[in-house]
Every structure is written in C-alpha cells, then in structure tokens.
C-alpha cells in the first residue's frame, strides 16, 4: 500500500507543476495602478480649490470605501479561477476508547462472529485529492462574470470620485459665497449706520434735512442687516465644516483657504456648446461604462444557466490509514479509493427556471441600458442649458450691480444738495446692497452650474480657478 501512496504524492506533484508551468506561460496580470503619494502640505499652508480636489481623492472615505469593494470584487475572481486548482486536504484523529466496542461480520455466508475493536488508543491518518475535470462551461462563464463585475467595481471609484470633487466644489463656492454676503451685508450696515448717526446729530441740531423718523428707518434696517449677517455667518461656518468632511480632513486640522471670495466669470466666447458637452459627456462618463458591463454580465448569466444542464465531471483520490495499540482481529486498517464522479442533470425544474430569469433579465438589463443612456444624454443636455442660463445671468446681475451703485452715489449727492429727502439715501443703500448680493448669488449658481457640468461630463482634468 506504500506504493500506491508514493503514486498518489506523484500525481499530485504533476499536477502542481503542470499548473505552475501553465501560469507562467501564460504570463502574470499587470497589477492594478496606484494612486500617486497624496500631497504633503504645511500647516499654515493656504489651500486653492484645485489642490482641495486632489487632496479629497486621497483623504475621502468614501472613495477609501469604493476601492476596498473593487479590491473585493478582485479576491472574488481569484477565488472564481481557484475553481480549476486542485484539492488536497489531510486529515488526523487520535481516538480514545474506554470500553470494548464490537461489529458483526457473516464468515463465508454461514456464520455471524463479532469483530471486537478494543484499544487504548487509535490513530487514523487520511488524505484527500480532487481535481474538476469539466463543468460543461460553468466555471468559464463564472470566471467571466467576477471578471466584468470587478470592472464595474473600480469604474464605481471614478463615479464616486466625480461625485467628491462636485460636493468639495460645491462647498467651496458656498463658503466663498457666504464670505462675500457677509463682506457686503457689513458695508451695507456700516453706511447705515453712518446715515443714522448722521441723522441723529442733524435732529439734535434742529436741522430740516433730518427728523427722527428717518433715524428710526435706518434703525430698523441696521438690524434687519445684522439678522442677514448672523444667518451668513453660520451658513459659511456650515459650510466650511461640509468642505473639511468632503476633503476628508479631520475637524483638529486646519484648513486655510488661499481664496474666500467667488471668482469673475468666463466671457460668452467661452461659454458652453450643449452639442459638445453631449457628446464630450456621453464619450466619459463611467456610468455608460458601467451599464453596458452589466448588460454583458446579464447575457454572461444566460449562458452560465444554458450551462447548469451540461454534466460536471470530477476525480477524487482518498487514502486511509487506521491503526491501534491492540487490534484484537483486524491489526490495522488501510485503503485506497480512486473515483471518477459524473454528476449530469436528468430532470431539475428549478434550473429550467433558473434559464427563464435569467433570459428575463437580460432583456431587462438591455431595457436598461438604454434608459440610463438616455437619462445621461438628458442631464448633460439641462446642465449645459443650465450653465448657459447662469452665465447670462451673472453678467446681467453684473450691469445690475453697477447701475445700483451709480445710483447710490447718485442719492448721496442729491441729498448733500437737498434735492431728495433722507429716506432716499436709504433706499439707495439698500438697492445697492440687494444688487451686490443678487449679483453674488448668480456668480454662486454660475460656478456650481460649471462644477455641475464638469461632473455631468465627466471631466476630471478641468480647472476650477
């Protein structure tokens, strides 16, 4: 029996050195690309929104989150490919008995005797070999199936990474938006409050330019101002710790902006071709990718579940050994096993209705594929027509802005020559301020229309600033 144990250790040699000769014929798989070492900065250092969008691809958790799931989905196609591998295990028990334990054997068809298993001890040494020879195409197509859902996987890291550098944009424009409400909602109250004070003293004096009427106006929109500026305060503080959280810094690091006000826009001449952006869109986005993976890993499905009715074919080898300290009869038990197993369906419902699902679903994920392209198209379309619109209203609040300040200036002058009464003055600070902020809101949806945009179309090599 040590001859056929040397023979099975043998086979068993071949096999891995066949499939170890197989690999490296057929060469290793590149491995997957590495970020790049995430980008080192002082502490007091002054950040721009392109750098905030470099450093959230390395610092955010949800994109740490999309890659260990690619990473997953990779373990799952190796264990798919270890299908092929072949089986060894070894086994060893060490069997106590404390009273005497019998069997009956029929002696030549004439006679019952008990065959006593009586020993202190009992050793039993076993080894297993296995090796699938066919799946009829099973295993080939599973293989297939990990292999597009792990590209599916890492394409979901740039779609979560489209997704960050819009929110980490969209945070940085709110904080500058905020500051620079707060900036003019603190020029407007500052006027007004120069304007009260200047009424105050002209109505102390007996003047007719001023009555306390128009102290008591300026009052009254002084505070309503400082209500204003409170909810811009917190709503820049609000956002400020949204950025850090998009970023993926922690709330003990500093983050000190090089910028806290919103950049001018672009000019007409470089605004937006709906047409391109369709196009350039449709061409990159990682969810067109995706989709169309996923309609391939359906009809992939179809044929694993055409598969299920073709025979699987196995070898399995096992050799046991049993011994003791005292075998009354038998001494020693020793064997070898050698099958070849065909397990071939004959009759299984469940797997001609394992064929209709997956038939069903195939033709479901053909359905939608074409809605999500058609949804794309769609988004892309609105959100250049979109960014259109806001950049036509940022120059129109633009000339807005400059009218209501020539028309400040304007009151200011007009009651130093006594030609308006006060509340003009008033009114004068307060179209000003209006314009500044309106002006200021259309800048914040012309560059979150852009940031809107750029994601929509999946551009990730676009500047911010």
């Given amino acids: ?152 996987q890492k394409i979901q890291v740039l779609v979560q990474q489209d997704a960050v550098a819009f929110d980490v944009a969209n945070y940085y424009y709110l904080v500058c938006l905020a500051s620079d409400v707060d900036a003019a909602i603190e020029d407007a109250t500052r006027r007004i409050r120069v304007f009260q004070q200047v009424s105050v003293d002209l109505n102390e004096r007996g003047s007719l330019r001023a009555n306390n009427l128009d102290a008591m106006e300026a009052e009254f929109i002084a505070l309503q101002l400082e209500q204003l500026r409170i909810v811009a305060q917190a709503g820049r503080q609000q956002a400020y710790e949204a950025l850090k959280q998009a970023v993926g810094l922690t709330r003990n690091e500093p983050l000190v902006l090089k910028q806290i006000s919103l950049p001018p826009p672009v000019t007409y001449q470089e605004a937006v071709s709906v047409s391109a952006a369709i196009v350039k869109g449709f061409l990159h986005r990682p969810e067109n990718q995706q989709v169309d993976l996923f309609a391939h ?8 579940a055409k598969a299920a009715f073709a025979p699987n074919v196995a070898f399995a080898g096992t050799y046991t050994n ?26 299984e419902p469940a797997t001609r209705a394992g064929l209709l699902q997956a038939l069903g679903l195939e033709q479901a994920s053909l359905a939608f594929q074409r809605q999500i392209e058609e949804l794309i198209t769609l988004e892309i379309e609105v959100t ?18 400059q009218i209501a300040a020539q028309h400040d200036q304007a009151s200011r002058q007009a009651y130093s020559r006594d030609l308006i009464p006060a509340s003009g003055v008033v009114i004068g600070i307060i179209f000003d301020t209006l314009a500044r902020l309106q002006h200021l809101q259309a800048l914040y949806g012309y560059h979150n229309a852009r940031a809107r945009l750029n994601r929509v179309t999946a551009d990730r090599n676009a500047h911010y600033e």
């Avoid at 054997?105 to 009992?122: E, G």
């Avoid at 020793?334 to 065909?342: Q, R, W």
């Avoid at 250049?384 to 802005?401: M, N, V």
């Fill in 1 to 152: 029996m040590s001859r056929i144990w040397r023979l099975l250790v043998m086979v068993i040699l071949g096999d891995c050195l066949a499939l170890a000769c197989g690999c490296a014929s057929a060469g290793k798989p590149p491995l997957d690309p590495q970020l790049p070492p995430a980008p080192q900065y002082p502490p007091d250092h002054r950040y721009t929104l392109d750098e905030l969008i470099e450093l959230s691809v390395h610092r955010n958790a949800s994109l740490d989150v999309a890659r260990y799931e690619a990473l997953a989905a990779k373990g799952l196609v190796d264990s798919v490919k270890s299908l092929w591998l072949p089986r060894l295990h070894y086994g060893f028990a060490l069997l106590f008995y404390d009273n005497d334990l019998n069997y009956k054997v029929r002696a030549f068809d004439l006679v019952s005797i008990n065959v006593p298993i009586t020993a202190a001890y009992n050793v039993e040494n076993s080894a297993i070999f296995a090796q699938i020879i066919s799946t009829g195409g099973k295993r080939t197509s599973g293989l297939k199936q990990a292999k597009m859902y792990e590209a599916i």
């Fill in 297 to 304: 890993l359906r009809g992939e499905q179809v044929k694993f």
């Fill in 322 to 347: 049993s011994q003791g300290n005292k075998y009354n009869i038998l001494g020693q038990i020793e064997g070898f096993i050698a099958s070849l197993i065909v397990d071939a369906p004959v009759y």
């Fill in 384 to 401: 250049a027509i979109d960014a259109q619109k806001a950049l036509a209203i940022a120059f129109k609040t633009a000339r807005a802005k």
